[in-house]
C-alpha cells in the first residue's frame, strides 16, 4: 500500500504536543464516534499520550447519528478533566460542543480532523471559536496547482473539494503518471509507485518512507472570526 495523506498517528502526534506540552494541560477525556474512524484514531491518540506520561483519563463513546449525549458528558464532567478531544464526525462534534457549552462546560475542546468542514462552523456556530484540530494539509497554501483544482472541482461538482478529494486527485495523478511513465504492466506499475521518493501535488509536497507512507508537513487549524486558519504543525517526541 502507497499512502499520499498523513495517517492519524501524525495527527495525534500533533494534537498531543499541543494540548500536553504547549498548553500544559493533564487531564484529558476523549469522547469518540464508534466507528473504525473513531476507534483508530482514538488509539494513536492514547498512545501518544502515553509516550508523554499523561493516559487519557476516560474514554467513552456514541453512535453514528446520535443526537442526545447526555450520558456522556455527565461521564465526563465526573472525570474532572483539564480538556476534551473529540473524535467523529463534523455534525456530531458540532453538537456535542453545543450541548457542552450549554451544560456549562467550559473545557477547552480539540476536534479531529474531519473538523475541518464548513459542516462544523454551521453547526456550532460561536462556539466554535478558538476550537484547534489537525489538516493534513493547508487549503488556503498559495499554490497555483491547487488554486485550479479548487476552481475546476468547484465547477464540476457545486463544493468546494475536501481533503480526501484533494489526496485523492494526488493519488491518481500518481497512478497516471506512473502508467504513462511504465505502459500498462503492474509489476512496473507497481516498482514506480515504491521508486518514488516524494511528489509536488495539489496538497503540497508528499515524502515517502521507506514503507511508503506520506510522512510530510501536517497542518494546525484553528477557527477563528468564523473561518480556518492553518499552521504548520511539529512535536517534540518520537
Known sequence: VVRCIADDRQSSYALVDRIYKKDGLKRVAVLRANNRYGRVGVMEFRDAAVRVGSPIVLEVRYEDGETNFETQLE???????????????????????????????????????????????????????????????????????????????????????????????????????????????????????TDLKSYQGVTGEILFDASWNDVGRIFMAEIRDGDFHFTPASWSFE
Open 75 to 193: 461521564r465526563i464532567r465526573n472525570s474532572n478533566p483539564d480538556a476534551v478531544v473529540l473524535w467523529g464526525n463534523a455534525l456530531e462534534m458540532g453538537l456535542i460542543l453545543n450541548r457542552m457549552r450549554e451544560l456549562g462546560m467550559d473545557y477547552p475542546v480539540f476536534i479531529s480532523d474531519r473538523g475541518v468542514n464548513p459542516l462544523f462552523i454551521e453547526t456550532a456556530g460561536k462556539n466554535a471559536e478558538g476550537i484547534i484540530t489537525t489538516c493534513q494539509y493547508n487549503p488556503k497554501a498559495d499554490n497555483a496547482k491547487l488554486k485550479a483544482f479548487q476552481a475546476n472541482y468547484k465547477t464540476r461538482f457545486g463544493i468546494e473539494p475536501d481533503v480526501f478529494a484533494a489526496h485523492a486527485y494526488d493519488g491518481m495523478n500518481i497512478t497516471i503518471n506512473s502508467i504513462q511513465k511504465v505502459g500498462l504492466n503492474r509489476v512496473l506499475i507497481r516498482d514506480a509507485f
